[in-house]
């Protein structure tokens, strides 16, 4: 069974940092390409950014670019976000997913705001 952990959300003020970590298992990790998406309170899903299974590439939506930054750890079977500068409008439950599939693991809550 594919689980997928999110944890690290938490309260921070504008300009705050978090680190957002997803623990996986049921599936072989180091072999997918994973993503983050976000779900702000009464607004459609958005994809935040993606890793291919290496780890080397990485893709960041328009809005995150320089702020976020995502990892991984293959042999730990664990997904990261760093996340610095963070602004009220990045508020929202995230959750890591495998690229393209309809794996959602339980989200974390980020909460910006003074």
């Known amino acids: 069974e594919v689980q997928l952990q999110a944890s690290g959300g938490g309260l921070v003020q504008p300009g705050g940092s978090l680190r957002l970590s997803c623990a996986a298992s049921?599936?072989?990790?180091?072999?997918?390409?994973m993503s983050w998406i976000r779900q702000a309170p009464g607004k459609g899903p958005e994809w935040v950014s993606a890793i291919n299974s290496g780890g080397g590439t990485t893709y960041y939506t328009d809005s995150v670019k320089g702020r976020f930054t995502i990892s991984r750890d293959n042999a730990k079977n664990t997904l990261y976000l760093q996340m610095n500068n963070l602004k009220p409008e990045d508020a929202a439950v995230y959750y890591c997913?495998?690229?393209?599939?309809?794996?959602w693991g339980q989200g974390t809550q980020v909460t910006v705001s003074s």
């Open positions: 997913t495998i690229y393209g599939s309809a794996y």
């Open positions: 049921g599936f072989t990790f180091g072999n997918y390409d």
